[in-house]
């Protein structure tokens, strides 16, 4: 048996019928780190192989004595870098916080130690999660296994490079703006988003306004994905705003399997393509994507039908630069409040702060306005249709040394982020987004 080749659920119940000890799979995934990790780099702060065996060990003794934490008893798991862990390094891939090792785990970390997981380290990301495109000062640039030359995406590159390579059996991430999707459709795996409020962010400077990131699940199969959704979800009081409950039918792999189970045929699929050629595309996304949907009419019984929502995207993207300005500033100003510490940060994350400084109360309340239009617009499609489709990414990998692509076909980006638009409609209405993989086969 390759333990690497397990899904997650798998590995879970080999582990728990003690076909494998925590103390192979712990050795089986570092081995593989030893041999892919040099070339992608996408797990950095790696901790000390004799001390992770050593707790692989404990989790052995545990179940010797019927006693398990949860699905995840024994599994090794590394954490996006903008996710505090306890006793180890947080440098958000900036070289301001390069040194940082937090005395406390975030929400999600805390949840995801409960349900059994032995958190080996970290994995890489863009700096301060910025531009999805994973490379920093601190740990440099995390590469795309399937052409070492390209970008493997971002912000949660170097997670989606562990899945992809086996490095990790199932990988957490966060989302901004296509941060759990875009590096998953550039690494074929899945990257799901959930809803806002789903996965509270805890703790956190403000859990009011800052309702457009959150983080969320990553895996290999759907069915990983979902048992590491209801691992990380579940109403918290720390943060006012997160929804009600938890996923109690992703409790046990056994419950996500019977979950899963439902039929998708007559599933009305509402296809946004480019949005009537609104966004910029290179050639070949929409046919790609044109071609996956034909597929899964066929294979699953679905119709799909194309459509757009009824707001200007152009406008819902102005409201979109508002709310991200004066967010991401408020985030990242106090960090940099000398020539000194600009210096440390990336031209990119300066250019947000900036423009954040220059945001006004009225220009916030409109955004905020056009937003809520822009919500009743787009769920208004709901009424027609089960589920809406986008494409993940409006550009195919590019080159690594790049920082960002500076146009698509004709048009010129006027941002840095500005070739990730199509992330931002899910992001804005709160919604709950996957991507699934296309292109990397027939189907």
Same mark, same amino acid.
């Given at each position: 048996? %390759?333990i690497?080749e397990?899904?997650a659920?798998q590995? !879970?119940?080999s582990i728990?019928i003690?076909d494998?000890?925590?103390?192979?799979v712990?050795?089986a995934?570092?081995d593989?780190?030893?041999?892919r990790?040099?070339a992608v780099n996408?797990?950095?702060?790696?901790?000390d192989r004799?001390a992770?065996?050593?707790?692989a060990?404990a989790?052995?003794d545990?179940l010797?004595?019927?006693?398990?934490?949860g699905? =995840?008893?024994? &599994? +090794?798991?590394?954490? $996006?870098d903008?996710s505090? #862990? $306890?006793?180890?390094r947080?440098? =958000?891939g900036?070289?301001l916080?390069?040194?940082f090792?937090p005395?406390f785990d975030c929400l999600?970390?805390?949840? =995801?130690?409960?349900?059994g997981c032995?958190?080996?380290?970290?994995?890489?990301v863009?700096? /301060?999660g910025?531009?999805?495109h994973t /490379?920093?000062d601190?740990f440099?640039?995390?590469?795309?296994?399937f052409?070492l030359?390209? #970008?493997?995406g971002?912000?949660s590159?170097?997670?989606?490079?562990a899945?992809?390579t086996h490095?990790l059996?199932?990988?957490?991430?966060?989302?901004? &703006?296509? !941060?759990?999707?875009? +590096?998953?459709?550039w690494?074929?795996?899945f990257g *799901?988003?959930?809803?806002?409020?789903?996965v509270p962010g805890?703790?956190?400077?403000?859990?009011?306004?800052a309702? @457009?990131?959150?983080?969320?699940? =990553?895996?290999?199969t759907?069915?990983d994905?979902?048992?590491l959704?209801?691992t990380?979800a579940?109403?918290h009081?720390g943060a006012?705003?997160?929804l009600?409950?938890?996923?109690?039918?992703?409790a046990?792999v %056994?419950?996500?399997?019977?979950a899963l189970?439902h039929?998708p045929a007559g599933?009305?699929?509402g296809?946004l393509?480019?949005?009537?050629g609104?966004?910029?595309?290179?050639?070949g996304?929409?046919d790609?994507c044109d071609?996956a949907?034909r597929s899964m009419?066929?294979? @699953?019984?679905?119709t799909?039908?194309?459509?757009t *929502?009824d707001?200007?995207?152009a406008?819902?993207?102005e409201?979109w630069?508002i709310w991200?300005y004066?967010?991401v500033s408020?985030?990242?100003?106090?960090?940099?409040?000398s020539p000194a510490?600009?210096?440390?940060? $990336?031209?990119?994350?300066?250019?947000?702060?900036d423009?954040g400084?220059?945001v006004?109360?009225?220009q916030?309340?409109?955004a905020a306005a056009?937003?809520?239009?822009?919500?009743?617009?787009i769920?208004a499609?709901?009424?027609?249709f %089960?589920?809406?489709?986008?494409p993940t990414?409006?550009?195919? +990998?590019?080159d690594?040394?790049?920082?960002?692509?500076?146009?698509?076909g004709?048009r010129? &980006?006027?941002?840095?982020?500005?070739?990730?638009?199509? #992330?931002s409609y899910?992001t804005?209405?709160?919604?709950?987004?996957?991507?699934?993989p296309?292109g990397?086969?027939?189907?």
């Amino acid at each position: 048996m %390759d333990i690497t080749e397990l899904s997650a659920a798998q590995l !879970s119940d080999s582990i728990h019928i003690r076909d494998v000890s925590c103390r192979e799979v712990m050795a089986a995934y570092l081995d593989r780190i030893d041999e892919r990790n040099p070339a992608v780099n996408a797990i950095v702060s790696l901790r000390d192989r004799d001390a992770l065996l050593a707790e692989a060990a404990a989790c052995d003794d545990e179940l010797v004595g019927n006693t398990s934490r949860g699905w =995840m008893h024994g &599994m +090794p798991q590394a954490i $996006k870098d903008l996710s505090e #862990t $306890k006793g180890l390094r947080t440098t =958000m891939g900036s070289r301001l916080l390069e040194h940082f090792v937090p005395d406390f785990d975030c929400l999600m970390v805390a949840r =995801m130690k409960a349900a059994g997981c032995i958190v080996i380290g970290k994995t890489n990301v863009p700096e /301060f999660g910025l531009g999805s495109h994973t /490379f920093n000062d601190v740990f440099g640039t995390t590469r795309n296994p399937f052409d070492l030359t390209r #970008t493997a995406g971002g912000s949660s590159g170097g997670a989606a490079v562990a899945l992809a390579t086996h490095m990790l059996p199932v990988a957490d991430g966060s989302d901004y &703006m296509g !941060s759990l999707r875009n +590096p998953a459709a550039w690494n074929n795996v899945f990257g *799901f988003r959930p809803s806002q409020g789903r996965v509270p962010g805890w703790p956190e400077r403000d859990n009011y306004l800052a309702q @457009l990131g959150t983080e969320g699940p =990553m895996g290999r199969t759907v069915l990983d994905v979902a048992m590491l959704l209801g691992t990380q979800a579940g109403y918290h009081p720390g943060a006012p705003l997160s929804l009600a409950g938890r996923l109690d039918e992703f409790a046990t792999v %056994d419950q996500a399997r019977a979950a899963l189970a439902h039929q998708p045929a007559g599933t009305r699929v509402g296809w946004l393509g480019d949005l009537d050629g609104y966004l910029a595309m290179e050639p070949g996304i929409i046919d790609r994507c044109d071609a996956a949907l034909r597929s899964m009419e066929a294979a @699953l019984g679905c119709t799909v039908e194309p459509t757009t *929502f009824d707001m200007s995207p152009a406008r819902v993207w102005e409201a979109w630069l508002i709310w991200r300005y004066f967010l991401v500033s408020a985030n990242l100003a106090p960090m940099v409040t000398s020539p000194a510490r600009r210096e440390l940060m $990336k031209p990119e994350a300066l250019w947000e702060v900036d423009r954040g400084l220059q945001v006004t109360g009225p220009q916030i309340t409109r955004a905020a306005a056009e937003r809520t239009s822009f919500y009743s617009s787009i769920t208004a499609l709901f009424d027609r249709f %089960d589920v809406l489709v986008l494409p993940t990414a409006q550009v195919w +990998p590019f080159d690594a040394a790049e920082r960002w692509p500076r146009r698509i076909g004709e048009r010129e &980006m006027d941002t840095y982020h500005r070739w990730m638009e199509v #992330t931002s409609y899910a992001t804005f209405a709160g919604l709950p987004a996957i991507s699934v993989p296309a292109g990397f086969d027939d189907r």
